[in-house]
């Protein structure tokens, strides 16, 4: 059953992908690609890479639901539904594409692959952030709080009422 269901989530993956160049519209190809790699989040899940997954998941999901609301907001056209040209020189591209997969296709098949030496790792999250970040991951995981408190902090004092909103019941520049 999970080998089916990774199969079914790769097909869908690769069939979302593709429609972010196919359909029309900056929105149809914001949630095409939502939806790719929303499948790929799964499939990390599935093949026990829950770091991996819950990451892709959580991030990009995150990443693209804040590019569409922007997009909304701000594109000329209503909410980015309008039609519109998504690929331009599309013979050039379509040339460039097909060179980089037929070089990264010929890079795989001709690669001489190693053998694996050893057993995988019995936490494989804790082996990859010491791989990633060595003996400095503790620090980073201290500096990625900071550096959030610090955002939501920079929002919350940037607002118009300022810290503790309109307690007095002036606006900012009137006196009280």
Do not use: K
Request: with cysteine; glycine share 8%.
């Amino acid at each position: 059953m999970r080998d089916v269901a990774f199969w079914i989530l790769a097909v869908a993956a690769v069939a979302s992908g593709v429609a972010v160049f196919v359909v029309d519209s900056m929105a149809r190809a914001t949630f095409a690609l939502l939806a790719s790699f929303l499948c790929v989040g799964v499939e990390l899940l599935l093949i026990d890479l829950h770091y991996l997954g819950v990451l892709v998941v959580l991030m990009m999901i995150m990443e693209l639901l804040v590019m569409a609301v922007f997009m909304i907001m701000y594109m000329m056209n209503p909410a980015g539904l309008m039609p519109m040209t998504m690929v331009h020189n599309h013979r050039g591209a379509l040339t460039v594409a097909g060179a980089v997969f037929a070089a990264l296709a010929a890079g795989i098949l001709l690669a001489d692959w190693p053998e694996r030496a050893g057993a995988p790792p019995r936490d494989p999250a804790v082996a990859l952030g010491e791989s990633l970040m060595g003996p400095a991951m503790l620090v980073m995981i201290v500096i990625g709080v900071a550096i959030l408190a610090t955002m939501i902090a920079s929002v919350v004092l940037a607002t118009h009422r300022g810290r503790y909103g309109d307690q007095d019941g002036t606006r900012d520049g009137d006196v009280p």
